[in-house]
C-alpha cells in the first residue's frame, strides 16, 4: 500500500500540475483577500472566516477544489486498468492495497499542495490559518474520494475526464446554490454534499464530511472486487 501511495504521490507532484495548483492557490488567494474585505459581513455568514487571506483561501478551495481534484486526478484507478498494468499490480498486492495506496497518494499531494499554498501566504497575513488549512483539507479530501470511486466506476480515462470536469462544474453551482435557496430538492442534495456542512454556524460540523470519502472509498473497493482485470 505504501509502495503504490508513495509512487502515485510522487507522479503527482513531480509533474508541472503541481507547480500550477499551487501557484494558482497562493496567486488567487493574495488577488480575493482583496475582494473578501469588501464583502466581509456577507462572507462570515456562510462560514468563510473573518480575515481577508484566510477567506480568500478558503473561496478558491470552495469554487475551483473539485475542478482541481476531478480534473488532474480523474484517471488515477481506470488508467491502470486501461493500460492493463493492474493485472499486474494485483498480482503482487491485494485490490484494498491498490485503491488505498492510489487514495493515499493523492490525499497526499493534495494535502501538500494547501500546506505549501498557506505557507506562501504567512509572509503576508503574517499568521498559519491552521482552521482553514485543516477545512480546506477536508473539503479536498471529499472529492478525492469521489474522484476514486468516478475512476473505478468508469474504464476509460478520456470519459472520466470529460465526466469530471461537468461533474465538478455541477458540483460547484448546485453547491452555492443549495445555501441559498429553499427548494426541498436542493436542500436535500445539499446533505450529500460539503457546501452544507460548511455554511453552518457551527464549524466542528465541516469535519463530518470526512465520512463521506471513507464511503466513497468503500463503494470502489466493493466494485473492484466484482470487476474481472
Avoid at 456577507?42 to 473539485?66: D, K, S, T
Avoid at 499490480?89 to 490525499?107: D, M, P
Amino acid at each position: 500500500m505504501l509502495t503504490i501511495s508513495l509512487k502515485e504521490f510522487k507522479s503527482l507532484f513531480k509533474s508541472v500540475r503541481s507547480i500550477i495548483v499551487i501557484g494558482v492557490l497562493f496567486g488567487v488567494t493574495l488577488g480575493a483577500a482583496k475582494l473578501v474585505n469588501s464583502f466581509q459581513g456577507q462572507l462570515e455568514q456562510v462560514g468563510l472566516g473573518n480575515n481577508a487571506y484566510a477567506g480568500g483561501a478558503m473561496i478558491i478551495v470552495l469554487v475551483a477544489g473539485p475542478l482541481f481534484v476531478l480534473s488532474l486526478s480523474h484517471n488515477v484507478i481506470n488508467q491502470e486498468i486501461s493500460s492493463r498494468t493492474i493485472r499486474f499490480i494485483a498480482t503482487k498486492t491485494s485490490r484494498f492495497n491498490f485503491i488505498a495506496g492510489k487514495f493515499l497518494g493523492v490525499t497526499f499531494f493534495w494535502l501538500l499542495c494547501l500546506f505549501i499554498a498557506f505557507l506562501l501566504i504567512i509572509p503576508f497575513s503574517e499568521d498559519f490559518y491552521f482552521l482553514e488549512f485543516s477545512q480546506s483539507f477536508v473539503f479536498i479530501f471529499y472529492f478525492v474520494g469521489i474522484t476514486i470511486l468516478l475512476s473505478t466506476l468508469i474504464p476509460k480515462p478520456t470519459l472520466t475526464m470529460f465526466i469530471g470536469v461537468i461533474l465538478a462544474t455541477s458540483f460547484t453551482v448546485l453547491g452555492f446554490w443549495s445555501m441559498a435557496s429553499d427548494n426541498i430538492f436542493l436542500k436535500l442534495y445539499s446533505f450529500v454534499t460539503p457546501y452544507f456542512y460548511y455554511s453552518q454556524d457551527k464549524e466542528f460540523l465541516a469535519y463530518t464530511v470526512l465520512i463521506f470519502p471513507v464511503l466513497f472509498l468503500g463503494l470502489s473497493l466493493l466494485i473492484l472486487r466484482k470487476r474481472d482485470l
